[in-house]
């Protein structure tokens, strides 16, 4: 039987409370996130869309503890993120959460394999057996573990970097355009290999991304709109997000 990460008690795998995130000053002050309450549930595929400068990678920047907002409160589980010290920070971002970035950011002189445990041998810990093995068979690269980056394709190098945000069990994994870089059919490897982390292995998938297509997978998409969420859509499909997109580019906002 397969482990899956730390349940939440009764909580969102993270959420934010009243959160605000300016840049500049003056007459070229950004108003990047303008009071953002949102809850991020547990054991859930969630994307965040919205028109560019919308906030979408303002917003999962500050709940990923890699940016730090203005005001207002960001929670991992039932840790509050203000005032925690470096330190601190740095071992949540290591134990609790997870990063797919669209670049990959793989070691180009490490093997898939190596890779993949990489975080965990920064940490000086070794990989739980069970969750590792299914990690792999989940990842689904048979003979490519011994493979180095420039021998696999986009595709497989993104999945590596997938298994490698799960290897450490985290609370939520952050996936940032995960498949910008892919081919159709590279990016639906990836969507399903993160689809089936949740329904799977009962993982929390926060991806923020431009695709409706990629968006039709998840559980849940949250639409952003200069700085603040406008609306949501529960179980979407290509057609429902195309629209609510249109809508919100229109300024037709609405309740």
Not at 177 to 187: A, C, F, I, K, V
Request: glycine share 10%.
């Amino acid at each position: 039987m397969t482990q899956t990460p730390a349940a939440e008690p009764g909580g969102p795998a993270a959420r934010t409370v009243n959160v605000t995130k300016t840049y500049g000053s003056g007459d070229a002050l950004v108003r990047a996130l303008d009071e953002v309450s949102l809850d991020l549930a547990a054991h859930e595929f969630t994307a965040i869309m919205g028109p560019s400068g919308s906030g979408k990678s303002t917003l999962m920047h500050c709940c990923a503890a890699l940016d730090t907002a203005d005001s207002g409160e960001v929670w991992i589980g039932d840790r509050e993120l203000t005032g925690l010290r470096d330190k601190e920070l740095t071992r949540l971002r290591r134990d609790e959460i997870g990063f797919v970035f669209q670049s990959y950011n793989l070691v180009p002189t490490l093997t898939a394999e190596e890779n993949i445990l990489l975080p965990l041998a920064i940490a000086g810990r070794k990989p739980d057996a069970e969750w590792y093995a299914a990690v792999i068979e989940t990842v689904q690269l048979g003979g490519r573990l011994s493979h180095k980056p420039n021998e696999l394709s986009g595709g497989q190098q993104q999945r590596v970097a997938v298994a490698r945000a799960l290897v450490s069990r985290p609370r939520i994994v952050f996936a940032d355009e995960p498949t910008g870089n892919l081919d159709s059919r590279s990016g639906a490897e990836v969507l399903e290999l993160l689809r089936r982390s949740v329904d799977e292995h009962g993982q929390t998938i926060v991806m923020v991304t431009h695709d409706p297509v990629a968006a039709a997978w998840t559980d849940r998409v949250v639409f952003l709109g200069d700085g603040r969420v406008v609306s949501e859509l529960r179980r979407p499909d290509r057609e429902q997000v195309l629209e609510e997109m249109a809508r919100i580019s229109a300024g037709e906002t609405g309740a």
